[in-house]
């Protein structure tokens, strides 16, 4: 008889796991108790830092089924994930197939009216997370979600009272049992792993620690980046460090910061290498994790870093550092600008946020990471900011 409860039965084609479908006989037979389903649609590093939710889901639902339904290219951070068993996109195909199945229990992490379409044309017996109103409106399902919905709606909460990080936020609207700081979830193929190692070697030919500085961001909050010329002024500065001076620097990012990062190795005069910037989001999370230490805006990037279990040196500005976890491997540098944070996609002060940092602070930050990284530090239990001087 079929074992059409296992998680691996499909109903088309022989399991390539066993000639025989039998629980009593198949090593691999896995039961499933519930079938999860996840909405979370984007931004990238919103997604990516949501895999820190698997294990929690697991905990809470041993033996479930877990498919994750996001936009493209978002399922591109979430391959190869031993806890997610299925991932979706939006395309119109994957979209069909949900009408076709049936979930105990759905997490909508987005607050968007994209992701409550989702979840209305799904069958699901019990939901957790966000939906909307017949207008539209974006609502909590729960109310575990309550708080999380009303920082939404108050600058004064989200920028001045909330000191919880966004993923204890999500956890606890999703109604997931005590908050134990999982880690994010990036698993790299055996082919990625070799290219880490080739790529260190081609970087870092005499074995020095690599540092990456990731350039740039999404279009949503351009002020997440430097500019160039605050990338020169790092540079020179890292340039002028004892510690930093002879390491390898490697400017990193997506097609959008390909220009920019030519431009920044070109005025450099060649002290720096140019990742690639155009091979997508796989090879991106290459190149970080053959680095050691990143330096990056609140952005893809750093989200990365922080999933690869890398020193990271984040810099904040129209963004909230509190709702950053760097698990005790990195220190946030916060600008001086008194308008800070704000969440502003356009701004016409002058001098920027990213203009008013203080590089001795990022360079000495930086500096603590290769203490780290060759096991002659380990950083405090609490995280530190750096704030610029006065």
Known sequence: MAQVDCRHFSGYKPCPRSEICDRLTCSSYSAVSERILIVHLGALGAVLRSTSLLKAIHRRYPNCHVTWVTKAPAEKLLENIADIDQVLTTSSEDLVSLKARKFD?????????????????????????????????????????????????????????????????????????????????????????????????????????????????????????????????????????????????????????????????FESGAMVIESSTTAGIRDGIVSIAAADIIFSGDSLGMHMAIGMKKWVVAWFGPTCAVEIDLYERGRKILTQASCSPCWKKDCGRSPMCYDQLDWQAIVKAMAEGVDWQTSLYRPHTLETSYLASP
């Open 105 to 265: 229990v759905a997490f909508v992490v987005d607050k968007s009216v994209v992701a409550a379409g989702i979840l209305a044309s799904t069958q699901v017996d019990k939901a957790y997370g966000f939906t909307t109103n017949g207008l539209g409106a974006i609502l909590p399902l729960n109310t575990e979600a309550t708080e999380l919905w009303q920082l939404g709606l108050s600058n004064e909460m989200k920028f001045l009272k909330n000191r919880k990080t966004e993923q204890q936020l999500v956890h606890e609207a999703l109604a997931l049992g005590a908050f134990t700081r999982d880690e994010y979830q990036i698993t790299l193929s055996n082919a990625e792993h070799e290219a880490v190692e080739r790529r260190r070697k081609v970087w870092s030919p005499s074995g020095l620690p690599i540092l990456g500085i990731n350039t740039g961001c999404s279009g949503v909050l351009p002020a997440k980046k430097l500019s160039v010329a605050g990338h020169l002024r790092l540079i020179e500065e890292i340039r002028r460090n004892e510690v930093l001076k002879k390491m390898p620097i490697v400017l990193m990012g997506g097609n959008e910061d390909t220009e920019r990062n030519s431009e920044i190795a």
